[in-house]
C-alpha cells in the first residue's frame, strides 16, 4: 500500500488527542453513510468548537451559542475530499450543537451552498449517540434519509455520469492563491481524470464512515494544508 | 443620475440581477506584487437590504473574492498613462451563474474568463487568451462574445471553451490600431455592436513621451458586426475613446466616452501612489467622459451625463435604469477636478427616466 505522504504531514501537526476541542469533536463526529459504489471518500475533516457566537471560517455563516435558550457549544466538522465527481476540491459541511451536558441537541449540514437542518432532539439521526448521515453520490451534500432528501435520482445520474468532471478545479473564496493556476488545461485534465471515474449509482448506502480521531485537525491546520495539496494533484494530473 | 456605490477601486462591469442585487467586478488598486495573495481586484455581490436603493449600509457588500489579479499600464509597460487593469467585465446568465472576465497583461498567466456559480464558487475556466476587455451573450445566452483589445480581435466563446474568431478589426483613419473595448448585442438582429476606442499614434520619428498622441479626437466609433459573416459596418462615427456601448429592446444606443482629450503623459518615474503626488490628468483629461443616447427613431443623440471622471462600463438593468462605472485610474490619486484637487475615486452611478426629453440635453 502507497503512503500518502501529504496526508502523513497534516496528521503529523494534529495537536494532542488529549486536547479538550479534539476529544468533543472526536466524541460527536458523525458517521457517514455512502453509495456502495462511491468512489471518494473524505481524507481529513477540520473542526472548530464554537462555544460563543461567532462567524464560521469556512462557511458563510454565523453560529449562535452560549446565550440563553440557545445550544451551549456547537461543533463545526469541514470535510475535505479531493474530488467531488464533477469537480477537483471539494469541502462539505456538518454542525452539531450540544446541550449544557454536552449531549446532541440539533444538527445542520451544507447542501450545496446552503444549510439544511438534520433534526432535532427526537428527530434527530442518530446511532448510539452519533449523528448518522447519508451521502448525495458522488457529489457528497448530506441528509438525513434518503426518501427524497438526497434530490432527484436521475439528476444525481447524470452528474455520476455525463457530467462527470464538467466542472474542472473549482475554486472558493477561501482559497483564491489558487486563481492564478486556474487554467482551461488545468480543467481539462481534471475532466479527463474524472470521466474515467464516472459511476452509475447504485443508490445503496452500505458504505459507512465513522469520522475517527485520525483523519481530525483544527480547521485553521486543514486551511493551510489544501492549497498545497491541491497543488500537488494538478502537477500529478499534468 | 445618482451614485449608489462609492469607495470602490477601478469598478468595471456590472451585473444586475432580476430581484434587484448587484454584482460587482473592480480591477483593484493597479499595484502588482509578487505575492497573488496582495492582489487586489474584486468580485462582489452587493443587496440593499433595507430597501434605501443605495448599497452602502451594513451587510449590503458580500465579498466574493478580492485577489483577483491587478496591474498599471504605467507601471507594468511604461505607457505613460495611469490605466488599471484586472477583472473587467461580468454577466449574469439567466440560470444565476456569472461569467467573469479577467486581464492580467500577460504579467502573470491570470488572463481568464471564469465561469462562477450563483454561490459564489469559480468553476469551469473557458478561456485564456489575450485580454478580454469586454463580454457579452448571445441572444440566447448560449455562447459568449469577447473582444480581445489587445489583438484587436471580436470572438465567439462556447460554453464548454471553444473559439472562433469573428474578425479583426483593421487600423483606423489615423493609422491606430482600432483596440476594442466593450460590446453588446443588438436583441432584435443578433448583430453586434463594437465600441472600437484607438489607440496611440506612433510617431517614427517620437524622441520622448511628448512625441506620442494617446489618441486622435474623433477617430473612435461604434461599428456593427454580423457575428456569422464578420462583415463590419460603422455604426456611429466621430466619437472618442467609446468604450462602451449598450442597446435596449427598442434599439437605442447607448455609448460611453471615456475622456474628450488627450493629455501629457505621466514621467517614468511619476509615483502613482504617492498622496502628496502633483495633481496630473495622467494621458486621458479628467472629468470630461461622457454617456450618450442615439435614439432607435432617429432623432439627434442626446447626452445623457457628462463631465463623468473617466466612465468605462454601461450596463442596462432589467429596471432599465443605466450603471455606469466611473474612476479608471489609481485610486486616490490626486487629480486635477472641476472645483480644484481632487481625487480618482470609484464609484458606480444609475440614470433613471432618461427617455424623458425633458431629463437631458441634446447635443449641439
Known sequence: MSVDRALASLFATRPASTGIDHRLATAHAPILLFDSREPFLPLAVGYTVFRKHAHSASFPRSIAVGEKDEPAIAIEYAIWWDWDIVHLSELEHIWVTLDQKQEIIGAQSSWHGEIRNMGMNATLPLKEGRLILFSEPGKHAFAPTVDGSLGDAERIRYLCTEKAGSGGLLITSLFEELIPIKTPEIDKLVHTFLQRRAFEPSFVFSKSYGISSEILVPWATLQQWIPNRLARLIRELR | ?364
Not at chain 2, 10 to 30: C, D, F, I, K, Q
Not at chain 2, 165 to 179: K, R, W
Not at chain 2, 191 to 215: H, K, N, P, R
Request: proline share 6%; aromatic share 8%.
Open chain 2, 1 to 364: 443620475m445618482e451614485i449608489i456605490l462609492k469607495g470602490l477601486e477601478n469598478p468595471r462591469g456590472v451585473a444586475v440581477s432580476m430581484t434587484g442585487e448587484l454584482y460587482v467586478a473592480e480591477a483593484g488598486t493597479g499595484l502588482h506584487l509578487l505575492d497573488p495573495t496582495k492582489w487586489d481586484g474584486k468580485l462582489t455581490k452587493f443587496t440593499d437590504l433595507n430597501g434605501d436603493r443605495d448599497f452602502e449600509d451594513e451587510a449590503e457588500a458580500e465579498r466574493w473574492f478580492s485577489h483577483f489579479t491587478t496591474y498599471n499600464g504605467f507601471s507594468a509597460y511604461g505607457t505613460g498613462r495611469d490605466e488599471v487593469s484586472g477583472p473587467s467585465d461580468l454577466l449574469l446568465h439567466n440560470d444565476g451563474r456569472l461569467f467573469l472576465s479577467v486581464d492580467d497583461g500577460g504579467l502573470s498567466n491570470s488572463l481568464a474568463l471564469h465561469v462562477i456559480s450563483p454561490d459564489g464558487r469559480i468553476g469551469l475556466t473557458l478561456a485564456d487568451r489575450n485580454n478580454m476587455n469586454g463580454i457579452a451573450f448571445d441572444r440566447d445566452q448560449q455562447k459568449i462574445f469577447a473582444v480581445e483589445s489587445g489583438l484587436n480581435m471580436l470572438v465567439e466563446i462556447s460554453f464548454t471553451g471553444e473559439f472562433r474568431d469573428i474578425v479583426e478589426f483593421p487600423l483606423l483613419d489615423s493609422g491606430q490600431q482600432a483596440v476594442p473595448a466593450g460590446l453588446a448585442v443588438d436583441p432584435r438582429t443578433g448583430d453586434l455592436f463594437v465600441a472600437l476606442f484607438s489607440g496611440y499614434l506612433f510617431d517614427e520619428q517620437a524622441s520622448s513621451l511628448d512625441d506620442i498622441i494617446s489618441f486622435v479626437e474623433g477617430d473612435a466609433k461604434i461599428v456593427r458586426v454580423d457575428p456569422d459573416t464578420g462583415d463590419t459596418t460603422d455604426e456611429i462615427i466621430g466619437l472618442t475613446t467609446a468604450v462602451d456601448v449598450a442597446i435596449d429592446e427598442a434599439g437605442n444606443i447607448y455609448v460611453v466616452e471615456m475622456t474628450t482629450t488627450p493629455t501629457k503623459l505621466l514621467p517614468t518615474q511619476f509615483d502613482l501612489y504617492d498622496p502628496q503626488a502633483p495633481p496630473v490628468h495622467g494621458g486621458y483629461l479628467r472629468f470630461s467622459g461622457r454617456v450618450t443616447l442615439y435614439p432607435a427613431d432617429g432623432c439627434p443623440p442626446r447626452v445623457l451625463a457628462d463631465g463623468l471622471d473617466a466612465p468605462t462600463n454601461i450596463t442596462i438593468g432589467d429596471d432599465g435604469a443605466l450603471y455606469i462605472s466611473v474612476g479608471q485610474g489609481t485610486p486616490g490619486r490626486p487629480i486635477p477636478g472641476p472645483d480644484g484637487i481632487t481625487q480618482i475615486r470609484g464609484e458606480i452611478l444609475r440614470i433613471t427616466n432618461y427617455l424623458s426629453e425633458d431629463a437631458v440635453e441634446t447635443e449641439q
